[in-house]
């Protein structure tokens, strides 16, 4: 059990264009999800705690504007990465808390590729 | 955002050799968890602490929470190619979001 979807797992887009990244729990209710970068070689950042129901919560330095988070079921939530630059490129990645002896469950993660 | 100190950063073991590393955090953590991460891939839970002094096995895995509630460590025995990827210890305090380390990459040499 325990099951976190994420899709796409690999999205090339082109400079100025905007990208969705579906987060999907698939046997449990999440009401709080998380949304990681992570650059090569190194740890997960935390960009945001998305929240069922209300607004996201974004880590310092991150820019809600640029990267928008939708969380309007208590299974499914979206990151829009808007107007995309090459710096943008990451790897980006969900998780949500299912508790006891799961912990945090992490979707397979997005591989996205600015050009 | 706050990391833990996670040690070493990158190992190269034989086949058959035990694996240890650790993490350690200057405040207190309510949970540890232990990840490993393939690439291209998301974290995969391995083993989780919720008890300051609990010590867990999962196969080969075994993981223990310190009593001090600021230290965890992983130890895999008889280690196989498979084991190869990174390994992130990870705290947590009430409902806040996970701390991370910085990760142990991990190379096996048949």
């Known amino acids: 059990g325990a099951v976190v979807s994420q899709h796409p797992s690999r999205v090339i887009c082109k400079s100025g264009t905007s990208v969705k990244i579906e987060c999907r729990s698939l046997?449990?209710?999440?009401?709080?999800m998380f949304w990681y970068r992570q650059f090569p070689k190194q740890s997960l950042m935390l960009m945001a705690t998305?929240?069922?129901?209300?607004?996201?919560?974004?880590e310092q330095g991150v820019e809600k504007d640029k990267f928008l988070i939708n969380h309007a079921s208590l299974t499914l939530s979206t990151l829009t990465v808007t107007s995309a630059h090459p710096e943008d490129s990451s790897f980006y990645i969900c998780?949500?808390?299912?508790?006891?002896?799961?912990?945090?469950?992490f979707g397979s993660g997005t591989r996205l590729t600015v050009v | 955002g706050q990391q833990l100190n996670q040690s070493p950063q990158s190992m190269f073991i034989q086949e058959g050799e035990d694996v240890s590393m650790n993490c350690t955090s200057s405040?207190?953590?309510?949970?540890w968890l232990w990840y490993k991460q393939d690439p291209g891939e998301g974290p995969v839970l391995l083993i989780a602490?919720?008890?300051?002094?609990e010590l867990t096995s999962n196969g080969r895995l075994t993981a223990q929470f310190g009593i001090t509630r600021k230290d965890s460590f992983l130890n895999i025995s008889a280690s196989i190619p498979s084991d190869v990827g990174i390994y992130f210890c990870?705290?947590?305090?009430?409902?806040?979001?996970?701390?991370f380390g910085k990760g142990t990459r991990l190379s096996v040499i048949a």
């Open positions: 602490l919720y008890k300051a002094g």
């Open positions: 998305s929240n069922e129901g209300s607004k996201a919560t974004y």
């Open positions: 405040s207190i953590f309510n949970t």
């Open positions: 990870a705290g947590q305090r009430g409902n806040t979001p996970l701390v």
């Open positions: 998780s949500a808390s299912v508790g006891g002896p799961y912990g945090y469950t």
């Open positions: 046997d449990f209710q999440a009401t709080t």
